[in-house]
């Protein structure tokens, strides 16, 4: 192969904040190799590991090279992998990230959300399969939508969840909208839109399937500074 | 001026149903002269009115002209106006028209649909301010819901309703998307997009802003045949 | 592989409706091994089963594990399949449903209706081939087309044929536009936008390819309550 | 004012055909002086004189200044004015530009035609007001359509009648989509998507409200060469 | 006039928040008589008066009215005015929100955003003119982006300036594309899009030219709850 | 399998014009089994054969089948296959079809139209390679160009090409944009839209990629009736 | 009035280039007063001015304002204004800037590209009314084009001029689309999105109707440093 | 196979100016055999090669092919492949071409602009991973900035970086947007919006991903002509 040799990738340092946060693996576009390259570079200097959007290639690769180290987790989908920095400090928080999810579909979108906001330092709880159309079993659950921080929504197809939950609640809420549906919904925008055009006031929006960022605005939300 | 004397419209043939149902006038783009002129005509002739979308100048003009007349109705907003038929026979329906209003600034699009849908000869009730970000008045009106042979659900913004309403109860339910919003939800497309994708099985959608549309269609469900 | 270990699907609630309606497997983005066994678990408690959008891979293997099921029906392409609830009571109808298809290609979309009406409890009954380039052979089913209690018309290109359909009767009529077309006509906006803009008055229309979708909103005028 | 006497506009030359073809006022954006000043001329040379898209101040400017001039013609709705070039020979053409018209809304593109095709040397016929919608009004018309050489079919909301059109005849038949429609179906877009994926074989389209352009294309399949 | 005397309009409920927030009038779509007629009863009820997207007529008629009430406040280009309920408590904060505007044409949606602001009780400091195509102004006042406790980001164009704000600060970041623009960048949509799709992590986004929003979501972050 | 025996597909009739013209096998979208089941039905008959839109794996199978039945033909793509039923009478025409082709890239939708276009009975012509950055190898074939009696210009990025070829000649242009180009000419929309707007008059446009409804329009206009 | 005396407008600081660069007045959304005002601050300290895109309105007070001034100087429509710095430096250039036009319509957008460059320092040519349905004109101003050290090129409706004039010559090519054009080609999109994918390497496009911008890109290119 | 033997491929005459420059093979459409075909040809005349778009196995196959010829060299990725013809003449340039790159993933198209560039006889220069959510990257290669004749800026997402790049120096610059970027971002059009938009005065913009068109333009302005 005519391929020169050079450094194939860099740690996606544009996706990372700051102060305190991890440096992220963001899997998408990158081949299995790249993604443990990097995750074993990272691991080997004791630093904490976020991997995202990972292809069942990359993840079945990651799991065979970092599969065993200590403490490492999973999101249910396999597309998000995370292991806390050994003797990484307890990070101060306003409070819990409440993660509410519309339909089963959108899962994989707000397990993304979760294992970041909890690499970022924050405790997450979820609430899921509450869409609009059986609107009782989120009214049910109205308790712990007043006790989050903060409150990331993810829905497709319409969009409407954030509307009803920021029309419940006074606590910030970050809508994320998912590409799940078909048709004339297709691909995000209806949910997109209809997010950004929302009746209850002060949500605020992502990108399309940006659980990640989601959870990034999150944290500059809730994270206390560092001492 | 060289315009030749023609005969300038037509009633609108095409709008019109074929059994039983009157004759409607779109004001939409017909000048109050032509209005005026279409109006008398029915009138003259003893058969139903039924304008839709007048003009400020268009309904100054037929409140001129026939507003004397004996039963002659306006919505609301003065843009449609209804008049029955002297003696026309009252139609058997399988019950009443409940029209759903998102917001105020939907009112206009609702109240075409509610005197549409009498003129075509349904019993109407109507059921306003019931957005989705404040979900206590509409769950507050369950038993008006429940009772409808048809919804119409007339809203903007992310046109989030009609998913709420369908998820409420099994009648038909019609969604019409409103052009009211701003910015990237303009026009009515996010509410469009959004009802289309609804998660809420059963949905039907007309038009942006398409009132006169669903009452027809409501009317199509509802009446039941001339003996 | 890493993946914990998790209830990976549910069985998808808020596409059935609430009164008698059977549970629903939507098929796309469902793995075949999720499918079968949502199906089996259904089976199992003798409740009724509609399965839709099945990819080949899912109809292979629901085929293999359900297959010699007592009353298992599959749609033509295999892409639907259903069995009624044994001893499922039968619902009174307004009449029969029925479906009427432009071209060859929109007949996947077509069939995905048919069975989802039949499941839903609706007598079905089609008429293929019938697009507005060949208005003969429309005309010639007059009498098929006025006997009818609800009408689904699909259609994909120019999506013209509601509009002749919603002319000729008085029933309630259901659009679908299919995805159907490439170019200019490509993913079924056109057809979309085409229905949205019909000059026949009170046609209503269902997302693009959503057979489901427009039986489910025709049993919800067909339908007679259970008592 | 500040600004320089300069020649303020060109007779539109990259509208004109190259052969015995007239000059063309395209009206859409000049001033009524404008209109006028380029009319005087082309008289005045005693040439043909063809001027579309008139607003209204400029039709009063033109029928204050050329009104009078012998053999003058406005289409009804005063847009489009037409005067032969005395003396100017008769073009022998393969038969009748027939002009099929859907809704009244649409006829004000069908006088572009029209008049154009006339003024191009085509002998022209109308058929108007029969929309898909009521198919009776088109097929009782059979044999005018039978009888055209070429065929312009006007039709905004949903575009469908070029399909019903190009499926009854033999003959050429181009689609002129109108920017007639509102919501999801105003500018013309739905029509000419629609009438671009057309299910009936070699219809071909010009841009939206492009009246001029349909018969400027009739006039090149249906003159026959100068000899 | 044939209008009935209904009540004309409704303060807009839905656009406040549930918690010690004010009443809002969102003036667009509203005459200037219904703008006056609100926030009368509002200031005589002694409650904090909030008015946005005032048309000219609706200012100058509320100047008339209400406009030499004590402490009544307009923003510069006087689309929003703000008085607070006399006696109303003091709202504990996180600190200062901070609006930073990319350039002299986005200056109405800002001051939209800084009247709202403090209309729900948080101090506002504004940082003007700092176009990323200038970038020293920006970089220069890199102390009063770190003091923010939230920074709302107003930028039309390309909207670039929330990615450069973002990668500079930890402080939560809340962007506000406007429709400022033209051509193909018209309308707001490039600055929207590009805000969504930043490359710095965690910036949230809201309509666009919604300042309003923009600051209801400052709001959720900044206030601290009411003891 | 669980999928009945249906007839799987059928000639797909309303592609087919009504007079003398050929049945036409769409390939696009039918697997190999049910083209080369088609295609041995038609020439079984006797009938003239017309396959597009052939893919690699569907002329391998017709290949196989029909390859050797004498005077069968394919396009340089192989994507149209054509054979003249026996015995079938040349048509009259007006003169030769002339295909004009932008750029190499455009040439299999330029096969497409040329073997339709004998296929339905016309004398075809083609000129390739004459984009419009390199003007003198359009130039130097003016005469080709004036001697057509329809020209067909096919051409993908900007769509430039039937401008030019427009105010070159006086004959029909029928004007196809192809889905070539990449980024924001993507998909054809480009050129088409350049096509609709272009500054020659009387150019026609047909759906993007569409060879085949550019020669069925050509042969509306060339043939000349049966006696 | 209520509004504060604010400084109402800056002059455009993020417009000027910060080299030699005239500062600009970009009149859009500016008020006759504030123009002025900026205008009578910059010839009162003796400085270069350049005042584009003004409206009819404020060029009249403009011309009341400084018309009378030394070596003022208005396009033809009196949209831009310019005059030298009395004093200011002769710019060395690689040679004339020649700025080519398709149509009349598109003269407007010409003229500031004319003015603008001038005022920046290059001297101006101009060809007009060359578009491509009229190849000859073009082709006979070969010799200009030659000459040019840059060309820009302004073109509306399918934006087919620069692929033409890149086709001809090796100098930078700078394209301008127009928003001139209806139906589909409205607002400009259809020759942006031909400009960017034509088939001649090496162009560049600037936003639609961006003449001045096209002047700075030139001027970018055509300016020798200063010494 | 029935595909009759014609030559498969024409060398992409229209991607190549007239004077000096090398002819280009455009890989994307083509298979292996033809790219190594049109190779080998142009190797065998001793003309200098340049192949861009080269997919993975035509990759394989030219590297097989001529892999081993004196002089070739490939980018980074792969993608594109150059060798000078030997004995070629220097060509005289203004200074250095510098290609700035806002991300990683944005390389690709970075490496198709600079071999591209030096086939073209530019030497050239590269910023890498300079995105404006870290800006002091790029400040800190002021000086390079500032050295650079002509400077190519190739970014996804927001596209912001060439406003950045403009606001800080005088010469030429020429952005590339990238299709980088996922949601509401995708595809490239959100970059390629804002850029078009771009608040620094005189940026000019190509195509997406259009690496090779980025630089022919930088070419044209920097190559000084041949004695």
Redesign the interface.
Known sequence: ????D?EF??I????????GFPE?IFG??KTPEQVVAIAERIIGRGDTLLATRLSPEA??AL?RSV?SVDG?E?C???RT?YRAAPGSPVRDTRGPVLIVT????DLPVAEEAALSARAFGNPVEQLR?V?????HRL?ASRDVLLDAAVVIVVA?????LP??V???I?????AV?T?I?????AG???????????????????????G??AA??A???NLL?LA
Do not use: K
């Open positions: 192969m005519p391929i020169e050079v990738a860099r996606d340092h544009h996706r990372a904040l700051r102060q992220v998408q576009g993840r079945e799991s599969g490492l999973w249910t989908f396999g992998a519309a339909g089963t579909a399969d869409g609009v159309a059986g609107l009214l497709g197809m319409e969009g409407a509307s009803v920021g029309g419940l006074a606590a910030p809420v970050i909208p590409s549906g078909y048709g004339a919904s995000g925008f209806a949910a997109l839109l209809g997010m950004l055009g929302s009746c209850a006031p002060g949500l605020t929006v992502v990108n399309i399937d940006n990640f960022g990034a605005a944290s500059r939300i500074p």
